[in-house]
């Protein structure tokens, strides 16, 4: 039996998480800004779950998180960084209020929450932390640049992370999930179309994903189960797409950047000290004009 905390855990892929931890026995921490969508589950499942209010913002209210599961499981096994929304805008007309709370939700609460748990888990010497970034964490989501500046910075942020928990027997999962069918593309989401003149990008994703809501190809149950699969894993993997356009799209953008790497090498090359006699500006400027020119190639 394992005790989990799950963030965001009222709707969406969280919710799901929630009800497939508490079916196959394990005990929960179920967390949420508005609890009383959580009622139901303490109903069902009675002592196997705890609930309480929490603003993943809120360094506070985190550790009253964590000192729950203590109190009530005496340890904690699996965190879960659910919690998260992403609205479509374009840069312009997105204000730094909304830039703000999105990197505050997505990415310094992922932060808040693991700093909460770290203490314990060092104490145990085991744990997995499992982090929910998105395709969007690979890939600039169109529409939604503070959201993918959120996610892009969880990616780094675990990558780090992962290395300093080998250290003490922690495992970090970064979640990566293409279209599932939740709320997140729904009510979750505040959609702005804004200056007409970012129409091709902004309208486009909008009117994309109004007509794709509920349709996704993801399925939250089955996400849940193979999340419970990864966490009972003695080596989880770092990184995790989920579904199949996930996988189509991180595997397409992965390959077009290492061409691109190759494109540019000789560029990119140049900015070591040089080997044989020419200063670093002369061989700065040779290989720029090799680059461009074969650049301008048909």
Not at 117 to 140: A, D, K, L, N, W
Not at 187 to 207: F, H, L, Q
Not at 249 to 278: C, H, N, Y
Request: aromatic letters at 6%; proline letters at 4%.
């Amino acid at each position: 039996m394992q005790r989990w905390l799950i963030t965001g855990s009222s709707r969406g892929m969280g919710r799901a998480i929630s009800q497939a931890v508490l079916d196959a026995g394990h005990q929960l921490v179920a967390t949420a800004r508005d609890t009383t969508r959580l009622a139901d589950l303490v109903e069902q499942y009675g002592e196997a779950v705890r609930i309480i209010t929490l603003d993943v913002t809120d360094p506070v209210a985190a550790e009253a998180a964590v000192r729950l599961a203590m109190e009530s499981f005496v340890g904690l096994d699996v965190l879960v960084n659910s919690a998260g929304y992403g609205n479509v805008g374009s840069v312009e007309d997105t204000d730094l209020y909304d830039f703000r709370r999105q990197i505050e939700t997505n990415l310094f609460g992922t932060i808040i929450m693991t700093k909460a748990v770290i203490p314990v888990m060092r104490e145990q010497r085991s744990g997995h932390i499992i982090q929910f970034s998105s395709v969007g964490g690979r890939i600039g989501a169109l529409g939604r640049a503070a959201y993918s500046a959120a996610k892009w910075g969880v990616e780094g942020f675990s990558e780090a992370l992962a290395l300093e928990m080998a250290l003490i027997g922690v495992g970090v999962t970064i979640l990566e999930p293409g279209g599932f069918r939740t709320d997140f593309a729904g009510s979750s989401t505040v959609m702005k179309e804004g200056n007409p003149i970012y129409d091709k990008v902004i309208g486009a994703t909008i009117r994309s994903q109004r007509a794709y809501n509920c349709h996704q190809p993801g399925d939250p149950q089955r996400a849940a189960q193979v999340i419970l699969e990864v966490s009972s894993m003695e080596r989880p993997p770092l990184r995790l797409p989920l579904g199949t356009d996930a996988v189509t799209a991180i595997r397409r953008a992965d390959l077009e950047r290492l061409e691109e790497v190759e494109k540019w090498r000789e560029m990119s090359i140049v900015t070591d000290f040089p080997s044989g006699g020419m200063t670093v500006r002369e061989s700065a400027q040779v290989a720029s004009a090799d680059a461009l020119s074969k650049a301008r190639q048909p």
